[in-house]
């Protein structure tokens, strides 16, 4: 019988969740509280994230009626779908959202890396996720899906206003719905007006195609396919690759600092980075817990799981457990990190991992560029955690450059 009490998140170090997750994955692997369970062991979480008994179906939490344009919103997201709707919105993202969609894009990705880096040298303290990891992914999707150069500043607003409905920031600022449910409304008052402009005037022949209209063509065979799906679709996919790749990068770096020998392997050896982000999503994950409901009875770790139990994946700890990866709290940007669950695996595997990859490897690239880049001396810490510890990494973490 477990030692440890109730696992809450309340209680958890922002800055370090993963001594505490230890106790749990040594001491109660499968964990039991009122809410639901925890899961805690890498085997145990990639058998749930790759068993279909084990689905999203529903919204993490309801939305409160006041908020009817992030409802209608969100009950287009694929993350919070099961077979077969999931299923059909997913091969409509995979057929235009392909690798070589991405690889296309490198080159714009690069430059916007190498502008952003460029101002940040200028400034002698900056707040990295203000100057460039929040702003970095935003422009990247908005050159994904053709965003109008004039329209990116209010799309980055609506965009930050939109993370307000996740479930911290909820309870911490009493706006918070209807400051997202207001983005929401905007968010999809704009993409439907991009469908329309995009109907009336298709793109010259010339052109490449952006997202949208790639995601226009696939669809146009499929009834099932409607604005309301695309809408909520390109609004998923502005959400789900902006506060993720924003943390990524910002947590990236946080561990390379600590670890000046890995940090000099990369400076010297750039050809190393691929690999390297899949250690760094190991060692750190930018999202560090993601939920199932159990569709029918089952056992988890030799515990008993009930039908309708909710399933708390810790995908954190996952990635920390030693029965897969050998001297798990060592940072080794040489390691083999793959089957790593940042991304999570199976039916939910992120649809946006090849893009999430390729704005590290470059961000991180133009980043140490940078040779006087450091952490910030203040008063107050130059790291400040977002209360979050789902989408976790820094609300703020001040650097100089020179």
């Not at 922002?14 to 692997?29: G, S, T, V």
Request: hydrophobic share 40%; aromatic share 6%.
């Amino acid at each position: 019988m477990s030692t440890l009490g109730p696992f809450r998140t309340s209680d958890v170090h922002l800055p370090d969740p993963y001594p505490l997750y230890h106790r749990y994955r040594e001491d109660d692997p499968v964990h039991e509280t009122d809410t639901g369970w925890y899961v805690f062991r890498h085997d145990d979480v990639a058998r749930v994230l790759a068993d279909r008994r084990y689905g999203r179906g529903a919204l993490p939490a309801p939305l409160p009626a006041s908020c009817p344009h992030l409802r209608r919103t969100a009950a287009n997201w694929m993350v919070f779908m099961d077979p077969p709707r999931h299923t059909r919105i997913r091969a409509l993202v995979a057929r235009s959202f392909t690798p070589r969609v991405v690889d296309q894009l490198r080159p714009r990705i690069r430059e916007i890396a190498a502008r952003l880096t460029a101002a940040l040298a200028e400034e002698a303290q900056a707040d990295l996720v203000d100057r460039f990891a929040a702003p970095f992914p935003i422009l990247v999707i908005s050159e994904l899906l053709g965003i109008r150069a004039d329209d990116r500043p209010w799309f980055r607003a609506r965009a930050v206003d939109l993370q307000q409905a996740t479930s911290a920031r909820a309870a911490r600022r009493p706006d918070a719905y209807a400051v997202a449910d207001a983005a929401a409304g905007e968010l999809d008052a704009y993409f439907r007006a991009e469908l329309s402009r995009r109907r009336t005037a298709p793109a010259p022949a010339s052109d490449t195609p952006d997202l949208i209209d790639l995601m226009l063509h696939a669809a146009s065979p499929d009834p099932a396919l409607d604005d309301d799906v695309l809408v909520g679709t390109c609004i998923h996919l502005l959400t789900a690759g902006h506060e993720t790749t924003t943390n990524l990068l910002t947590k990236s770096l946080l561990a390379l600092l600590a670890h000046p020998y890995q940090l000099g392997l990369l400076r010297a050896r750039p050809q190393l980075l691929p690999e390297a982000v899949e250690e760094l999503v190991r060692y750190d994950s930018p999202v560090q817990m993601i939920s199932r409901i159990a569709h029918e009875d089952g056992e988890i770790g030799g515990r008993r799981i009930p039908r309708g139990a909710k399933v708390t994946l810790v995908l954190g700890s996952a990635n920390r457990d030693p029965r897969r990866f050998p001297h798990p709290d060592r940072l080794d940007v040489r390691r083999d990190a793959r089957r790593h669950c940042g991304f999570g695996l199976g039916l939910h595997y992120c649809v946006g991992a090849p893009l999430a990859r390729a704005e590290a490897e470059t961000g991180l690239a133009a980043l140490l560029d940078l040779p006087g880049l450091r952490l910030a001396q203040d008063p107050d810490g130059p790291v400040r955690y977002a209360d979050d510890l789902v989408f976790h990494g820094p609300a703020r973490m001040l650097v100089r450059t020179a």
